[in-house]
């Protein structure tokens, strides 16, 4: 049988809608024939494609096998009680100990403080995050990051797609690196490990940090945010951050006169909530169900405002051993401070209900009347979740 050419992934995954921007194919295509369509945001040829079929294996657009990969990382698959979380050994609440990385971080800067702490005790050669993009800074880009200041220049969360996974075809053989990434990102991780022919850049990857997602946006509903809400000109935006300001929780832009403008994290977030990517609403994984340690926030009743969301804290779900590891030595260098978390908090966070009841919900309807939706080797149910949120942080 001949096998897959680019050809073919662009007839199965961009053309039905199904990529999610990951970065993946572009990342262990071999032969480096795929660049990323900034404006598309998108894969799309620039080279000589050899047919390797590669391309195509690793994506996961289209084919997701979480029960199969959940069994071959974690020795077993998820318990009905873990329906929503996926496999996890232990769950926390914490925050670094560094005040700056902590504030500066999108929650308790937890994931930058893991990453420098990793890069500095030698575990860790580099590690594939998302940046804001220096020429257009209110998009994303994806940084293989080998210095602490490029580790601490990518924190705070980008609520706009990135190819993370693009930026592994600039890692050196040998390597060893660590991949912070949405699901997706951790879905095409996975794969590439798992896939004979892409499992050697795959496996430099020792470290896998996912983020939970609840949803994602096209930078173009950024830019819709920014003309709905000000009048400010692309050209003369210098400095953007989705998580800005003096909590890091608004969308702070700073123009090239210095003129700072702050819009509140609502205004932005349900712009863009709104304007979500059509693949993101067909996503049915919530916590990055595959990564080794998973990271998101707090969200609690009780905090005032309209999210509800705890700042400064993340949570964490410990899924397997290298997670574990990695947590224990960054409490044991005094990075970290952890204590535990009950499983209950997390079913009043946003991302519970835009995945585990609206997106199942969507990809159900979908495959129920046959329009295009990824295929994953697992029931869902959108079933509801008793929302008792007992877990305020005391300091
Ligand atoms: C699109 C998106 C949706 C999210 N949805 C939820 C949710 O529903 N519920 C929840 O509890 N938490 C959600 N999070 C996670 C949360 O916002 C924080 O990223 C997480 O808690 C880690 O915080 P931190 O302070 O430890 O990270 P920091 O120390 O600030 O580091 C953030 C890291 O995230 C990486 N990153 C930032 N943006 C992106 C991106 N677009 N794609 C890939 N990597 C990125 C950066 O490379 C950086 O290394 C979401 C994050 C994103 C980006
Ligand atoms: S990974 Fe292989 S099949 Fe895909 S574009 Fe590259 S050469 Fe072609
Ligand atoms: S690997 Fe990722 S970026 Fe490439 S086509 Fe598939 S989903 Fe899209
Ligand atoms: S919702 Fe899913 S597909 Fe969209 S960015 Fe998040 S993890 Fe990726």
Redo the contacts with the bound molecule.
Sequence with gaps: MAKESFTD?QRE??APG?????????GACPVGCLAYDAAQE??ALAGECTSCGI?SA????KDIPLAALEEKLFGRRRSPAEEHLGVYNDILQGFATDPELRTQGASGGAVTALLLHALESGQIEAAVVADMDPERPWRSKAVLARTPEEIIRAAKSKYVLC?N?MALAEAEPGERLALVGLP?HVH?IRKMQDHAGADKLGTQVVLVLGLYCGCNSSYRATEHVLADNTDIALDDIAVFEYRGGPEAQDTRVVTKDGTELIIPNAVRSFSTLAMSHDRCRMCCDWTAELADLSLGDIFDPRVPGVWRKVPDWNSFLVRNQAGADLLAGARRAGVLELSPLSEESFYGNIGFELKKHAAIFNYLTRRERGWPAPIYDMEFTWRARRKRVYDLPEE
Excluded: A, E, K
């Design positions: 992934l995954v961009l199904l990529c999610t921007t990951c970065g993946t194919c572009i998108q894969p391309c690793v994506c996961p657009g190819p996974n997706c095409g």
